[in-house]
């Protein structure tokens, strides 16, 4: 299983998607999950694809064609501002 968290603005336009997902070879890389949801989400994918968005692994800040493992945590964090 994979399972996914989203943070800040991401999380309300992931509202209506699945969080746990069976692991499946076509879901291996946070990039080909972001190209996934395209399919059905697409506002939630343009977020995702914008610059300052990161993604982790576990608690870890990676690279979007990181390996996924079943079992994995993965992470969306949007751009922070503070003041």
Avoid: C
């Amino acid at each position: 299983m994979l399972n996914f968290l989203f943070f800040g603005r991401l999380g309300d336009l992931a509202s209506g998607v699945d969080k746990v997902i069976p692991y499946h070879i076509d879901l291996a890389t946070p990039l080909a999950i972001r190209n996934k949801l395209a399919e059905q989400h697409p506002l939630l994918t343009k977020e995702l694809s914008e610059p300052q968005v990161l993604v982790s692994v576990n608690k870890m800040i990676v690279k979007w064609d990181h390996p996924l493992f079943d079992g994995d945590e993965i992470a969306f964090l949007p751009p922070v501002t503070g003041g």
